[in-house]
C-alpha cells in the first residue's frame, strides 16, 4: 500500500476513556489501530453450500491481516452433525479447486480447475466421503467461464463461456463514413457475450448449444434435463435492462421465444414437473432496481405477476408446483415470501429465531433431499457464522436453529454495540427509516443516559442499509465508531429499497439525487437530538461513494456539523450525469431512476443538478473534512483545490486500492485516520501530528 498524505503523516496510539460496563468499557480502552485491526481481521463465512442428502457442508472462510496487507481465502469442506453431535473436524480443500457446486443426488461435486498441458480439462469432480478427485476428460471445446450448473438428475453440466466479437461501426452513415456513435453502445469496442455448452458426464462430451451473436447473460435447466431456459440480452451493452427468456433444447438448436416485453425478465426458474417457469419480471414497464415476482407456463401464454413485491428474486419451488418462494430485500436484509400460483395468495415466510436484535440472514442453502437448510447469520457487532435450521414441506422454518461454526468465539467487540431500527418523518412527511448502533453501556432502563456524540454515515449506491456485519467496509467504521462511544446513524434515504416503492423510487419521483435525500438525513439528525440521543453541539458527518457526495453536500448547506468524512465521493458537478443519457437505452433508466434526470435536457432539471452539486458550492463549507480516494479519482483534485483554497481544515489521503477497499492495510489505515479526526472535531481529542494540532487550534479558536 502506498499512501500520498496532503494531511498529517505521523500517527500515535490514543486510549479513550471508558463509559461503563466490562464489554463497552474494555472495547473504549482499546486503540483506534487495535480496534480497526480487530474489525478488519474477523474471519468472514460465506458460500456455504448444503449437499442434496444434508450430509455434508461446503463453505469458505477469508481471513484478512492488517500486518501483511493480504487476504488469505481457504474453502473447506465439513460432515453435518447427526442429531446432537458435534461437528466433526472440517477438510480444507485444495486451493486448486474453483465454484464447487454439489452433484444432485450424490456425495460429489465438480469444480473449475486450472487445465494444464498434460490434462487440458477444466472441469472435475470430488467425492466427499473418499476425497478423492477425478478429472473428467473433455471430448470438444473447454469452455472458458466462470459458472457452471448441474442438469437435475446430475448427467449433464452447463457452462457459460465468453465469446468477443468485433467491433461493428454504429451511429449516423455519410458517405465519409460513421458521423458519431451512440455513448452508450460502445461501438468501438468488442462485445463480450457468453455461449452455452453442456458437458455430457458419462462420456466426456462437449457441445456449444447456442448460436454465437446469442447475447445469453443466464440459463436454468428443466427438471427432465431436456431443454434450458435462457435469459437473452436484446440490446448490445444493456447491462441488462433489456432481457428476454427463450427456450432451447439440450442438443442446441434453435432458440424459442418464451418471454418477450420491454425491459428486464430474467433469473429463471422451473417448476418440479416442469409445467412452470417462474422468473422476476417488470411487466413490460422497464426501470432501473425492479422484478416482480412472476410465473409462466413453459408452453407459453398469459404471464401470471404479483406486482407489490419489489425486487424478488426466485428462491424455490414446493414440491406439488403449486408454490414458489421468493427472495427479496426488506427492513435491511433478505426476506422470504411465498406465492400461491393458483390463489394468487401472498405468505410471509418468517425468519428463524435469534438471540440477539435484529440479525441478517443470507446464503440460505436447502438440502434437497432433507428437511433441513444452513445459512449465514451476523450482526453489526456479531460476525458471521454457520447456522442449521429445520424447514417444513412448504419450506417455511421449523423450531430454532442450531449453531454449527464458533470463528469468533473470542471476538472481544460482541454485545459492545446496541443496534435498532428507527423512523421518523423527513420535511415532507415522508417516513424513512435508519440504523442506529450505539454503545451498549450508554443505555439504562431503555434510555440514553445522556446525549452522545453522533456520526452519520451514508452509506454507497443508494442501496440499502445492512444490518450485517461489514467487517473492512465502510460499515466497519460504523461499528468502530459506536464502539468508541458514537452514536452512529446510518439513514435509508430516499432512492434505497427496503421500505416499499415510495422510498425507493424517492429520487425519480421528486427528481432530485442529493437534495430531498439530504433532508432524509437531517431529519433524522434532528430526531435523534430531540430524542436526547444525539449532542447537538457534537455532530459529524460522512459518506463513501453516493455517500461521500451527499455528506459532501451537506456540508455546503449548513455548519452544524463539526466534522466531515468523504470516502470516494462521486461527481462534484452532477451535471456530469445528464450528458451520457440516450433514449431507450439503460443509460435512460439510469439517469431517471438512480439520479432523478427525467429530461436531460430539461433547463429546470440541469439547474436542480447545479444547485444539488457540492463541487459548485463549495465556497460554502466550513466543516473540516478529512477527503479519501484511490489514484486516478478526477473529483480528488476538485475537493481538494477548494478546500484548501477556502483554508478549511482538511487531510487527504490516496490509496492504491479500489473504490471498495480490497487490501486490510489500507482498509485499517483509513479507518483509524477517519477515527481519529472524528475525534479531534468532535470530542477534542488532540490530533496525532501535534504540528497540525497547534494549526487547527487557532482556526478553531479564529471561527
Excluded at 63 to 70: D, G, H, L, Y
Excluded at 114 to 139: C, H, I, M, W
Excluded at 676 to 687: K, L, M, N, P, S
Aim: include cysteine; charged fraction near 20%.
Amino acid at each position: 500500500m502506498n499512501r500520498l498524505a496532503c494531511g498529517p503523516a505521523a500517527r500515535v496510539l490514543i486510549t479513550c476513556a471508558a463509559i461503563s460496563a466490562m464489554a463497552t468499557a474494555q472495547a473504549q480502552q482499546r486503540s483506534v489501530d487495535e480496534l480497526a485491526r480487530i474489525i478488519i481481521e474477523a474471519p468472514v463465512v460465506k458460500d456455504v453450500q448444503l449437499g442434496p442428502d444434508g450430509k455434508w457442508l461446503i463453505y469458505s472462510v477469508s481471513r484478512a491481516s492488517v500486518a501483511e496487507n493480504r487476504t488469505a481465502h481457504a474453502q473447506w469442506l465439513q460432515r453435518m452433525p447427526q442429531g446432537a453431535s458435534a461437528m466433526s473436524p472440517p477438510v480444507q480443500l485444495p486451493a486448486a479447486i474453483r465454484s464447487p457446486r454439489w452433484r444432485p443426488g450424490t456425495r460429489t461435486f465438480g469444480y473449475l480447475r486450472q487445465p494444464t498441458e498434460e490434462q487440458k480439462s477444466n472441469f472435475a469432480l470430488y467425492d466427499a466421503d473418499s476425497g478423492a478427485s477425478r478429472v473428467v476428460t473433455l471430448q470438444g471445446p473447454v469452455p472458458v467461464g466462470r459458472d457452471f450448473k448441474w442438469s437435475p438428475r446430475g448427467n449433464f453440466v452447463a457452462f457459460s463461456g465468453e465469446l468477443t466479437l468485433p467491433a461493428k461501426a454504429s451511429g449516423l452513415q455519410t458517405d465519409r463514413g460513421v458521423l458519431y456513435s451512440a455513448w452508450n453502445r460502445f461501438a468501438d469496442r468488442p462485445e463480450r457475450v457468453n455461449r452455452v455448452f453442456v458437458l455430457d458426464i458419462a462420456s466426456g462430451k462437449v457441445e456449444q448449444i447456442t448460436p454465437d451473436d446469442l447475447r445469453v447473460t443466464d440459463f436454468a435447466w428443466s427438471p427432465d434435463e431436456a431443454r434450458l431456459a435462457l435469459v437473452v440480452d436484446r440490446q448490445v451493452q444493456s447491462y441488462g435492462t433489456q432481457t428476454d427468456i427463450m427456450l432451447i433444447d439440450r442438443q442446441g438448436g434453435a432458440p424459442r421465444e418464451l418471454v418477450t416485453q420491454t425491459g428486464k425478465d430474467n433469473e429463471p426458474l422451473w417448476s418440479p414437473d416442469g409445467r412452470w417457469i417462474a422468473f422476476s419480471s417488470q411487466a413490460g414497464k422497464p426501470d432501473y432496481f425492479h422484478g416482480w415476482p412472476a410465473v409462466i407456463s413453459a408452453a407459453g401464454g398469459s404471464i401470471t405477476t404479483f406486482p407489490g413485491a419489489g425486487k424478488a428474486t426466485p428462491f424455490r419451488w414446493s414440491a406439488d408446483s403449486r408454490r414458489v418462494i421468493y427472495g427479496m430485500r426488506s427492513e435491511f436484509t433478505q426476506a422470504y415470501a411465498q406465492f400461491d400460483i393458483r390463489t394468487r395468495k401472498v405468505r410471509s415466510v418468517p425468519a428463524w429465531a435469534s438471540d440477539f436484535a435484529i440479525p441478517n440472514d443470507s446464503n440460505l442453502s436447502i438440502a434437497k433431499d432433507a428437511n433441513i437448510a444452513v445459512f449465514i447469520r451476523s450482526a453489526v457487532s456479531v460476525p458471521t457464522e454457520i447456522y442449521m435450521g429445520r424447514i417444513d414441506a412448504a419450506g417455511f422454518p421449523v423450531g430454532a436453529p442450531r449453531k454449527l461454526s464458533n470463528f469468533s468465539a473470542d471476538f472481544p467487540l460482541a454485545g459492545s454495540v446496541r443496534s435498532q431500527i428507527v423512523s421518523w418523518r423527513s420535511r415532507d412527511g415522508m417516513t424513512i427509516h435508519g440504523l442506529l448502533n450505539t454503545p451498549a453501556a450508554a443505555w439504562t432502563n431503555e434510555a440514553i443516559t445522556k446525549p452522545l456524540p453522533a456520526l452519520v454515515t451514508v452509506t454507497g449506491g443508494p442501496s440499502m442499509v445492512s444490518r450485517k456485519f461489514a467487517g473492512d467496509t465502510w460499515g466497519g467504521l460504523e461499528l468502530a465508531a459506536a464502539v468508541r462511544g458514537y452514536a452512529v446513524l446510518v439513514p435509508n434515504s430516499r432512492g434505497r429499497p427496503g421500505y416499499g416503492d415510495a422510498v425507493h423510487f424517492g429520487i425519480r419521483d421528486a427528481k432530485s439525487y442529493i437534495g430531498v435525500p439530504y433532508t432524509d438525513v437531517i431529519g433524522g439528525v434532528e430526531h435523534l437530538i430531540q430524542g436526547g440521543i444525539a449532542d447537538a453541539d457534537r455532530l459529524a458527518i460522512g459518506g463513501h461513494s453516493y455517500g461521500g457526495t451527499l455528506a459532501a453536500y451537506a456540508i455546503t448547506q449548513t455548519d452544524r456539523f463539526k466534522s466531515a468524512l468523504v470516502y470516494e465521493p462521486g461527481s462534484a458537478d452532477l451535471t456530469a450525469y445528464a450528458y451520457p443519457t440516450e433514449r431507450g437505452t439503460w443509460s435512460e433508466l439510469l439517469s431517471r431512476d438512480l439520479v432523478g434526470v427525467h429530461d436531460a435536457r430539461d433547463p429546470a432539471q440541469i439547474a436542480r443538478l447545479i444547485e444539488e452539486s457540492p463541487g459548485l458550492h463549495a465556497r460554502r463549507i466550513k466543516t473540516p473534512t478529512l477527503l479519501s480516494f484511490r489514484p486516478g479519482n478526477k473529483e480528488s483534485a476538485k475537493f481538494y483545490s477548494a478546500l484548501r483554497y477556502l483554508n478549511v481544515p482538511f487531510a487527504m489521503f490516496v490509496y492504491d486500492d479500489d473504490h471498495v477497499f480490497t487490501h486490510p492495510g489500507a482498509a485499517s489505515d483509513h479507518m483509524t485516520r477517519s477515527l481519529e479526526w472524528t475525534d479531534r472535531w468532535v470530542r477534542g481529542i488532540d490530533w496525532p501530528d501535534a504540528g497540525r494540532a497547534a494549526e487547527y487550534e487557532s482556526w478553531q479558536h479564529d471561527r
